[in-house]
């Protein structure tokens, strides 16, 4: 366990925030976070309920919350991932509950969302979504895309109880819902009843080679089932696209997340299938090889 400096009894007096920003970010620091400072502030406007923008002006932490903030702090050193400190993950314009037993949803994904929706918009699309987890992927696409009708699937009893949670929240919000299924996407016979009717089919799923050492929050937190794709990260994806043939409508577009190494091989696959054409490979803001998309011939 991380042991945070101990600071002075205060009695009943306040810390300022930036104060104590200022030393939880030294701890995170010390502890490798990469963004040490930005994940103080995310932590300190979860402890006092307010807006980042308005952390500086905010009143000084109070004594049990302080006590709450150090704890956390500590936490956050010993790698357990912020998202599950704060309980949410921000995913496009969704706040979605996480917490163990569920990947959490990364940024670089909020690019294939992005592509998908942008897919989603024109009539009323069937928009699949594969190894679907916390749902990111399926829900921004409901939300953005009203006049789709959204499937996601997900095998894992935890993700699933998320998801369903998750769906009936933005249900409830007034987004589209979301058709939940609980399935394995590696099964042939995956949504047979909607074979050759799907017009958008997502998916990230697990693709980390089996030998990549991840960062301790993955190690650690995200479930082994949602991260590796066997001994080339590929045991997953080479289903998916071929069941994805035959869920895909003529003209139906594909969209999936793969492993920075994959550049290559996944669109090598697709091309290979012989059923997909105008095979293209996206690169994440930092320039990296993040999804491949392909339209159904």
Known sequence: MTSLPQHPSEGSERLRPTVAVARAARVLAAAGIDAPRVEAELLAVHVLGVP?????????????????????????????????????????????????????????????????????????????????????????????????????????????????????????????????????VTDPGLLSDLEGRVDVLLCNPPYVPRAVEVPPEVAAHDPDEAVFGGADGLDVIRPVLARAARLLRPGGVLGVEHDDTHGAAVPALLVADGRYEAVEEHRDLAGRPRFATARRR
């Open 52 to 184: 980042r923008g308005r952390l500086a002006l905010a009143d000084g932490l109070t004594p049990d919350q302080l006590d709450r903030y150090d704890a956390l702090v500590a936490r956050r050193a010993d790698r357990e991932p912020l998202q599950h400190l704060t309980g949410s993950a921000a995913f496009r314009h969704l706040e979605l509950a996480v917490g163990p037993g569920v990947f959490v949803p990364r940024p670089e994904t909020e690019l294939l969302a992005g592509w998908g929706v942008d897919q989603a918009r024109a009539g009323s699309p069937l928009v699949v979504d594969l190894c679907s987890g916390s749902g990111a992927i399926a829900l921004a696409v409901a939300q953005e895309a009203p006049a789709a009708r959204v499937v996601a699937v997900e095998r894992s009893p935890a993700a699933l109880a998320r998801l369903r949670r998750a769906a009936a929240d933005r249900a409830a919000a007034g987004d589209r819902p979301v058709e939940v299924v609980a399935a394995d």
